[in-house]
């Protein structure tokens, strides 16, 4: 992995629904206690971000709706990009130095995605905030989330979670019998067909061996304890 810190190194996943506070478009109070909780433990780790973007929209959606689907991947990619914009201004009000690196150029704006340079901003204590996905549509925020833990060389990838606090046997929003499982190989969350998370993201991890923490969003100090390495949501390896 090269030259490099001793702190730990992860990318966190932040969905669109973390933004919106289960509405559409962003709810300003929520993100800035998104951003407060990561202050909390930003000197303990090296931290990239993927910002989904939901809270918009989604292309899969859109084009049941009636719109070509590429066109309104785009249309979700862009929308990840104001929720990065959101949690950048929230954490640097809060002291911290943020970048934001798009996968689709817009240099006004944000960055290109440069992996090395990002890596650069990781080691001088900034937050990397990726937005516009992979650029590319079919693709979704969980499976970029993997990709760019896999390219900066993250220790764990931390898919953040709304209304779920980690992997379950079958959907716990419809099932009530459904358990919550602390360990699992990413095989076999594939074989059981166990979504929380899309297969893209699984497989992709599973081919590198990159550990993979599910947690939820809800309860003070489950990021910090995300961020920090400790026990928490479900734990994917293999
Ligand atoms: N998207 C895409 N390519 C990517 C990442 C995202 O086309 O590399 C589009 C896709 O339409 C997706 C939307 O952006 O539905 C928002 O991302 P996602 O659904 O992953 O956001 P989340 O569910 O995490 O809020």
Do not use: W
């Amino acid at each position: 992995r090269g030259l490099r810190s001793e702190k730990r190194r992860v990318l966190l996943k932040l969905s669109g629904e973390v933004f919106g506070g289960g509405a559409i478009g962003v709810n300003p109070d929520v993100v800035a206690d998104v951003a407060r909780q990561i202050r909390e433990v930003a000197d303990e780790a090296e931290i990239a971000i993927v910002v989904g973007g939901g809270n918009f929209f989604r292309g899969a959606e859109l084009s049941q709706r009636g719109m070509e689907r590429t066109r309104a991947d785009y249309m979700g990619m862009l929308g990840t990009v104001m929720n990065c914009l959101a949690l950048q201004d929230f954490l640097e009000q809060s002291g911290i130095e943020t970048r934001v690196q798009a996968a689709i150029p817009m240099p006004q704006v944000a960055e290109g995605y440069i992996p090395r340079r990002a890596i650069r901003h990781m080691e001088k204590g900034r937050i990397v905030i990726f937005g516009a996905g992979a650029g590319l549509p079919f693709f979704s925020t969980d499976t970029v989330a993997a990709q760019r833990a896999l390219e900066i060389h993250a220790d764990e990838v931390l898919m953040a979670k709304n209304g779920v606090d980690g992997v379950y046997s079958s959907d716990p929003r419809t099932n009530p019998d459904a358990e919550k499982i602390d360990d699992i190989t990413y095989d076999e969350a594939l074989r059981r067909g166990l979504k929380v998370v899309d297969a893209t993201a699984f497989s992709l991890c599973m081919d590198n061996k990159l550990p993979m923490v599910v947690f939820g969003m809800e309860g003070e100090g489950n990021l910090g304890k995300a961020i920090r390495g400790e026990r928490i949501g479900t734990r994917v390896t293999g």
